[in-house]
């Protein structure tokens, strides 16, 4: 056998080289390059490169059709066959697959499928590192330490199957987070930016924001637990919006199994979730968020089938001017539950229509509340009603009569991100923003602040 190395080559030789009845093949070539900083000096710095394949192999049989899936990093022409053999193998020792369909065929080919994958390296930083280290300085003059990393990834991705698609897309994604500390390690605080490139990340208007809020933590206040008027930043907004579209599955909405049920079977598509006008949606083409305008699903899951591979994907409004619109769904999950096909996309916009920022929302505080940096050790206590609990982190700051007057002590919060969109009373700018939490894993996002009247703040955390 020729020795195939470029990743369209790949995806040809393992669709030849199958005998299945269907066959999916996704090559993943990924680059990434990152920066890491402690106490206002660069640490390490770095750049990786690799592979993925995953072959996806269908099998028709008397009962119905099974699938198998195999991925393996690092391969080589070599290791082709025993992977394509591999899926085949697990493909017909499989039961029928409950999430079977035909194989999406019929989308136009990427005119750049036989192009040499996009590759990021450390000259992304280029613009980025000289004014990072700008904020080093100023951070040594003020007395502050900073910490932090910043990761650049592009990941082009490769999809052929035996019906014909060839598709290819690429995806860069970079995140900034940014930890300032005064000298004595007693105040810290947190700040974070999503970016394709890093040309509209600045780690001084960052640094100013960090001072600022060690600034507002010299003064500590103890509050007890209770609910309270609380200003929920963007990327707090992230994090719970993000859970919440992660659990929006229609089919165990059908089953009765989530927030999105309603009693005796039914989903509450259509039901009013805010009296503000509250729109999300996702949208491939969305600006500075693009993502995969077709699906890529390397496993089947609760959201998303191997089998829908290749299937062109648009806007969708999730909740429109606050009535529920859509549920996550798969065409066959789509089958069982009788509503439209509207599968995950990978990113995820509020908007609410306010233009006020952050800081003017503050400034509108006319009575007491609290102004949260971000959260983290979010986790489901009930899928019934989606209520989380988490803790508060990185600085939670009293507000009174429109001015921060000091840091107060952390919290553990219990709240549903469905119950609090009901209950907002606010929503300013939309801007683009880091979830703390899910960073690792979903990091287009673009939410305003929201104010909500009566957070439930459950108890007096230790943490930092």
């Not at 100023?138 to 592009?154: C, K, N, P, V």
């Amino acid at each position: 056998m020729s020795r195939v190395s470029k990743p369209h080559e790949i995806v040809e030789r393992a669709l030849e080289l199958s005998t299945a009845d269907g066959c999916v093949v996704i090559a993943d070539e990924e680059s990434s390059a990152n920066l890491r900083w402690a106490g206002n000096a660069l640490t390490t710095n770095g750049v990786t490169r690799g592979r993925t394949l995953t072959v996806i192999a269908t099998v028709d049989g008397a009962q119905g059709t099974a699938s198998g899936v195999v991925s393996r990093s690092a391969v080589t022409a070599d290791d082709l066959e025993p992977l394509v053999r591999a899926a085949e193998a697990a493909a017909r020792g499989a039961g029928p697959a409950e999430d079977a369909q035909p194989l999406v065929g019929g989308v136009p080919s990427s005119p750049d499928f036989t192009d040499a994958p996009a590759e990021t390296g450390s000259d992304v930083f280029a613009e980025f590192a000289p004014a990072l280290g700008d904020a080093f300085a100023r951070a040594r003059s003020g007395g502050r330490e900073l910490y932090g990393f910043a990761h650049h990834q592009l990941t082009s991705t490769y999809l052929g199957t035996s019906t014909g698609l060839r598709l290819r897309h690429d995806q860069p994604n970079g995140t900034l987070e940014l930890n300032a500390k005064s000298p004595d390690r007693t105040r810290s605080t947190w700040a974070g930016r999503s970016t394709r490139d890093f040309k509209d990340v600045d780690p001084a208007e960052l640094d100013a924001e960090l001072a600022q809020r060690l600034r507002w933590a010299e003064r500590r206040i103890e509050l007890p637990a209770g609910r309270y008027e609380t200003l929920l930043p963007p990327t707090a907004v992230a994090d719970l919006l993000i859970y919440q579209l992660w659990s929006s599955t229609a089919r165990d909405a059908a089953e009765g199994r989530t927030v999105f049920s309603t009693p005796g079977g039914g989903t509450r598509v259509g039901e009013t979730l805010s009296e503000l006008p509250l729109s999300l949606r996702s949208d491939p083409h969305a600006p500075g968020l693009e993502s995969a305008p077709f699906v890529i699903a390397h496993a089947s899951g609760d959201g998303a089938s191997v089998f829908d591979n290749g299937l062109p994907l648009t806007s969708t409004d999730w909740i429109r001017e606050g009535r529920l619109e859509h549920l996550t769904t798969t065409r066959h999950t789509a089958g069982l539950t009788g509503l439209p096909v509207a599968p995950a996309i990978d990113n995820l916009v509020l908007e609410g229509g306010g233009e006020q920022s952050l800081e003017e929302m503050v400034a509108a505080t006319t009575g007491r509340g609290l102004l949260l940096t971000c959260m983290w050790y979010i986790r489901e206590v009930d899928p019934a009603t989606l209520l989380l609990t988490g803790l508060t982190r990185d600085g939670v700051y009293l507000v009174e009569g429109g001015e921060v007057v000091g840091e107060v002590n952390n919290f553990r919060f219990n709240e549903s991100p469905v119950d609090l969109l009901s209950r907002a009373t606010e929503a300013g700018r939309t801007e683009k923003t880091l979830p703390r939490e899910w960073g690792d894993w979903f990091t287009r996002a673009a939410m305003p602040a929201l104010r909500i009247p009566d957070f439930n703040m459950s108890s007096v955390s230790l943490g930092v």
